[in-house]
């Protein structure tokens, strides 16, 4: 895939609009259906909550394609089926015990480094959990093929859960092309087997919450699930128009949480809303004690500015 289709800095997410829809906003419809959890307690339908739009160019990060694309380093690496975080695998490592940096690697391509004031980042991540939970430590670390360069990551203390992200932020220095690794290694020599899930390489300065594919409605797959690169789509952060449909007596309200002096909405009917709407949040709670109305249908809703995420 081309260099600039994988720079999220870069991507258009959105088509330009002509001259002739400059005017006009860009709205997404988002279907919903929800049931009350738990009656007597008001519960949000949608909220809109702002996201930045990102490129994870690691092909297989959650591992359901076993360990395709990985090379074991001072380690024997399989997929695992016993914990997962995204999907239904991970990677299970059982480092070798004979030294230092133990782990495996993943080659995330060839990558040039800026010059002053246009410097080139790629930020890295993997969520670890250990088999035990022991002191021993388990990073993420980046590494230039050609130069020689190494950026290492925060260490974990393994645990037994999925609490820990390991992250490496790498400024690009070496001005023309290299090869650049990504490694999930042991920090000092152990023989503790962990797992590896929900690993990401992202051409930003920091890191950005998970994404593939398969997360989200607003992430797609570049190309064959879990065997592309991956990316994910601002979503709207205004709610502009909406049709529903409740199962049950529901007060209903925007913006706030539901009570009983909201706006009442009858079972069994379409509630719509044709007006310039501008909401960020929708709240209901059921109106006879006991029940749990299921509201569904669909909203519609536009992005802050159409320029937001547009090539600069």
Not at 86 to 100: D, I
Not at 199 to 206: D, G, I
Not at 227 to 243: F, Q, V
């Amino acid at each position: 895939m081309a260099q600039h289709e994988i720079d999220p800095n870069k991507v258009v997410w959105y088509p330009k609009p002509s001259t002739r829809q400059s005017t006009s906003l860009h709205y997404k419809h988002i279907p919903v259906n929800v049931t009350l959890t738990t009656p007597g307690t008001a519960q949000d339908l949608y909220v809109c909550t702002p996201n930045r739009p990102t490129v994870n160019i690691v092909e297989n990060p959650s591992f359901e394609l076993g360990t395709s694309g990985w090379t074991a380093s001072g380690s024997a690496i399989a997929q695992s089926v016993l914990q997962a975080l995204y999907g239904s695998n991970s990677c299970l490592v059982n480092p070798t015990n004979a030294a230092a940096n133990e782990g495996m690697y993943y080659s995330l391509g060839v990558h040039g480094g800026g010059a002053a004031g246009n410097e080139k980042y790629i930020t890295a991540s993997a969520y670890i959990r250990g088999v035990n939970a022991t002191a021993d430590e388990v990073r993420i670390r980046l590494y230039g093929v050609t130069s020689g360069t190494w950026w290492n990551g925060n260490a974990i203390a393994m645990a037994q859960n999925w609490n820990s992200r390991s992250i490496v932020a790498a400024r690009l220095i070496y001005q023309t092309s290299e090869e650049i690794r990504l490694f999930v290694t042991t920090v000092l020599q152990h023989n503790e087997n962990f797992y590896v899930d929900g690993v990401q390489a992202e051409l930003y300065s920091f890191a950005t919450p998970y994404c593939d594919g398969s997360v989200s409605r607003f992430c797609k797959w570049d190309g064959t699930a879990h065997a592309s690169t991956s990316r994910r789509y601002p979503n709207p952060t205004s709610i502009r128009g909406y049709r529903l449909y409740s199962t049950r007596d529901v007060y209903i309200d925007w913006d706030c949480t539901a009570t009983t002096d909201s706006e009442l909405v009858i079972a069994g009917t379409d509630f719509y809303s044709n007006h310039p709407e501008q909401i960020q949040r929708i709240s209901f709670l059921n109106r006879r004690s006991g029940e749990q109305p299921n509201v569904f249908g669909e909203l519609v809703g536009v992005l802050s500015s159409g320029d937001d995420y547009q090539e600069g």
